[in-house]
């Protein structure tokens, strides 16, 4: 029979054992093996059959197994300590608090998942799992953050494969009141709602999850009440499906949602409301709206100062340059759902939707132009960008993408100029640290004790490998007695790669595959054979993905390659500590520069894993020979043929392999002891790449250099700076067509190395104030088109008064200080102390003349 209803019954705790419950509630337990230990010994199979959660653990331990723990005193003594511990850790100074000054109250960190733990399945891959090592690394920071999501009822789907290595996709359904979280209620117990105004009068309510992430509270909006109609509970069904209008819906809640029900939480709780909002990625982008809605109705400051002021104190992080990780959708379906009787009624409609829209006569960020006559979409990175003063990128190649990708919205300027910075990623260390690893000072430790070490972490992996393979052959419609081959399955002597990660087409899967007879060999060479260990998701509606994990399954069924390759379906958390420890090498190879960042290749370097991967996303910035090796890419070179890029790249692949990596993990220098260079490689990762791949070292960037300003700015704008600053704003676009370089001389001396250029310059500045604007100098090196490189900026300073046609004269020098080809110009720029970047307002007044050329002669002969 089956229940029509489930619902989970929370135990019943003895009073001594009541601290259980905050250690179980407390996220903490996932990267803290003391506690983990602890909860576990409670019922160490129960723990087992509860995958490793304790909330699920403790609501299946029996009455008597309780009892026995409350009348053991050894027990009861290590409860105590380890909540003691938790409570010390909540409340200790950090950090964050000895840092002092000036550091923001609060911070709302708003991303549409959150990979914390397998116990809390609110994720589809490195965003969330990258939003959650944020959170427990500003926990142990002591940041005071607080992030905002939403509650899936289904979360991501769970894998398995069908006979013919199709994937299946399984949405379970997840019960809040069986996961760590609590309802976020009022003070009477009454728990609290959102609710949002959809067309047609119809309203969106949500209630509030809360989970304790450590000291950071991780507030998730959860559509799923009776109150709503069928259709509205169902928008937070599932991580990233439905259509266009399901996906616009949960965005909203997000962005709108989020920040209701952050101004509930601080209100009940007495937490300081944030200065910063940091969106990570656009998909929370509508939280600048409600922000700009809120400052309109309890400030009564009109769109353009709400929007200065929303700006000021707002991060967005761009996280990929591929089209399909930006939502875009049509305008006339956000038109629908803002306005009179939808939502943001009291907010200028047209002025939101062009926050959103693409702008013109450029390519749109990451995709086609907008084809002619048709209306752009509404672009929620762009609104990102727009919304937000500080915007970064996550690893610098990434940011030198981003910059390009999205140059149209600062027209006028080099892509070098354009306002988006970068942090590169990180990752938590206690949580993707091997328990066996944690303490290991590589130094400390011999050459065999480390390669021993290795190799227990190896065969572990193995065995996890062969029972996550049985259930999956089992899932298949196989027999028991057909599988006695997988206990021969991986060998813990053999040089082991693993590769996983979702399956866009970039990040290419099945390069591995190109030349499968070359692969063959490799894995089953007689002397020196490699093993892969491969798994990865496709998102449900690609078909294309699913194609690729069909063509990598068929190719590890064949009965002479099974035991040295395997897919694994079903990739997550839990699986992927198993395989960053476990093996040798952390393949990646995507489509440079399409991997913004990546961070499994950073987990796996914890665990003194090797790197073998395209020079792309952090691995083009600390790529070392002592860290691994790099695949030689093909990019800039082949974008039109990419048949022929993936062959040639692959032949690299399978050559580094070859004569590279598999011998040097096979020298055993006649002995059979460990591989001595490999042993240097494997020690250099743990030591020198593995504090800089750390989550802490980028939450640190992130508070320095972006978080600590944009609460400064957000300080510094109250309501009549903001007004001020619009004012400002608005003055300048509109005198700016009368600002112009009109007239620039550089005296008649030749220039020569060591010595200056006087420059004057006549501008005219339209209506504006000589301190409206900034007049500047650009020099630099010239290359072939004139264009200049590294250029530097000299400020030129104005000269007495206008002249009678209102005309004025700026002054300064270069200082030539290196030969060869040596060019300038001149610019005006916007200035106000308020803007963060002289780009920021998209304006910029060039020379409209030719450049005058010196005779070639000349330059050489002076300059030289
Ligand atoms: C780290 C991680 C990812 C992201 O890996 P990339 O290298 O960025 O693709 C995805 N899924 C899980 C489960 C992870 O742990």
């Known amino acids: ?42 019922d160490p199979e129960g723990w087992a059959a509860a995958g490793g959660d304790p909330v699920r653990m403790l609501s299946t331990v029996s009455a008597s197994r309780l009892a026995e723990l409350a009348a053991d005193r050894g027990f009861l003594r290590r409860l105590g300590v380890a909540a003691e511990e938790l409570r010390d850790y909540l409340t200790d100074d950090r950090w964050y608090q000895q840092e002092g000054v000036e550091l923001p109250r609060g911070i709302a960190y708003f991303s549409p998942e959150f990979g914390i733990t397998a116990a809390l399945p609110q994720y589809s891959g490195g965003l969330g799992i990258l939003a959650g090592d944020h959170l427990k690394a500003a926990s142990d920071l002591g940041v005071p953050l607080i992030g905002v999501g939403l509650l899936y009822r289904h979360g991501y789907f769970r894998q398995t494969l069908s006979a013919d290595g199709w994937q299946q996709e399984h949405y379970p359904v997840l019960d809040p009141h069986a996961m760590p979280l609590t309802l976020l209620t009022e003070e009477d117990g009454t728990p609290v709602r ?93 939280l600048g709206a409600e922000r700009i809605r809120e400052l309109g109705e309890e400030r009564g400051l009109d769109f ?66 907008t084809a002619e006559g048709q209306p752009s979409p509404f672009n929620m990175a762009v609104l990102g960008l727009r919304t937000a003063q500080r915007c970064n990128g996550v690893s610098t190649l990434h940011g030198t993408v981003s910059r390009e990708m999205f140059s149209g919205l600062w027209p006028g300027f080099d892509s070098s100029e354009v306002p988006i910075g970068s942090i590169t990623n990180g990752v938590h260390a206690p949580t993707w640290t091997d328990d066996a690893m944690r303490d290991v000072r590589a130094g400390d430790m011999s050459d065999a004790d480390l390669w021993q070490l290795r190799r227990e972490m190896r065969e572990r992996l193995i065995q996890e490998v062969r029972e996550r393979l049985r259930t999956s052959w089992r899932q298949r419609g196989a027999a028991r007695a057909e599988l006695g081959w997988i206990d021969e399955v991986l060998d813990p002597d053999v040089l082991t790669l693993g590769f996983a990660r979702r399956v866009p087409s970039y990040k290419r899967l099945t390069l591995m595959l190109n030349d499968r007879e070359r692969m063959k060999r490799l894995l089953t060479h007689p002397e020196r054979p490699v093993q892969i260990i491969v798994a990865g998701k496709a998102h449900p509606a690609d078909e294309g993905g699913k194609r690729l994990i069909q063509e990598l399954v ?46 499994s290749g950073m987990k796996a ?72 260079r490999w042993m240097e490689m494997v020690r250099a990762t743990i030591d020198r790449l593995g504090p800089k791949v750390l989550a802490e070292r980028m939450v640190r960037e992130y508070v320095g250099e972006l ?158």
């Open 1 to 42: 029979m089956k229940a029509i209803r489930r619902f989970s019954v929370r135990p019943v705790l003895p009073e001594s054992l009541l601290p259980l419950q905050e250690l179980a509630l407390n996220l903490r337990w996932s990267w803290h093996p003391e506690t983990r230990e602890l909860l576990r010994s409670v």
């Open 194 to 286: 959102v609710a949002l105004t959809l067309p047609g009068g119809r309203a969106l309510g949500a209630q509030i999850w809360q989970a304790r992430v450590g000291r950071v509270p991780l507030l998730l909006l959860d559509s799923s009440l009776a109150e709503n109609d069928p259709a509205e509970r169902d928008v937070t069904d599932r991580l990233y499906g439905g259509g266009s209008e399901h996906r616009l819906l949960q965005e909203m809640l997000l962005g709108i949602g989020g920040v209701r029900a952050l101004r509930a939480y601080c209100r009940i709780t007495g937490h300081p409301e944030p200065e910063v909002f940091h969106m990570n990625e656009g998909h929370a982008g509508f």
């Open 304 to 369: 353009d100062a709400a929007l200065r002021a929303v700006r000021a104190g707002t991060v967005f992080t761009t996280h990929t340059p591929v089209p399909a990780g930006i939502d875009r959708f049509p305008e006339e379906l956000v038109a629908r759902h803002f306005g009179p009787d939808a939502e943001l009624a009291s907010l200028d409609r047209d002025r939101l939707l062009e926050l959103g829209r693409e702008p013109e006569g450029t390519a749109a960020p990451g995709g086609q132009p």
């Open 554 to 599: 068929k190719f590890a069924d064949d009965p002479r390659l099974r035991t040295r390759i395997v897919f694994l379906p079903d990739y997550g958390m839990a699986m992927a500590g198993f395989l960053y420890s476990g093996c040798d090498v952390w393949l990646n190879n995507p489509i440079r520069p399409l991997e913004a960042c990546g961070t």
């Open 605 to 676: 370097a914890l665990n003194g894993c090797l790197n073998l991967s395209v020079r792309d996303g952090w691995w083009d910035e600390w790529a070392d020979q002592d860290f691994g090796w790099e695949i030689p890419t093909a990019d800039g070179m082949a974008a039109d043929d990419p048949q022929w890029r993936d062959a040639v790249e692959a032949a690299a692949l399978y050559g580094l392999i070859e004569e590279q990596v598999a011998p040097c993990f096979y020298d055993r220098g006649g002995n059979g002891g460990p591989p001595v």
């Open 707 to 864: 978080y600590s300003p944009a609460a400064r700015a957000h300080r510094e704008l109250d309501a009549d700076a903001a007004r001020e600053l619009a004012a400002y704003v608005e003055r300048v676009r509109r005198e700016w067509p009368g600002v112009s370089v009109d007239h620039v001389d550089s005296g008649e001396e030749p220039p020569v190395l060591g010595g200056v250029v006087p420059l004057r310059v006549r501008v005219a500045l339209g209506g504006l104030d000589p301190d409206a604007v900034q007049v500047q100098a650009v020099t630099g090196r010239v290359d072939e088109n004139d264009t200049l490189a590294d250029p530097r900026v000299v400020p030129l300073k104005p000269l007495g008064g206008a002249d009678l046609e209102g005309r004025w004269t700026y002054e300064g020098e270069l200082t030539l200080d290196r030969s060869g080809p040596f060019g300038y110009t001149v610019r005006i720029l916007p200035a106000h102390p308020m803007l963060a970047s002289h780009a920021e307002l998209g304006l910029v007044a060039l020379p409209s003349m030719e450049v005058e050329q010196v005779p070639e002669h000349e330059a050489g002969v002076l300059l030289r």
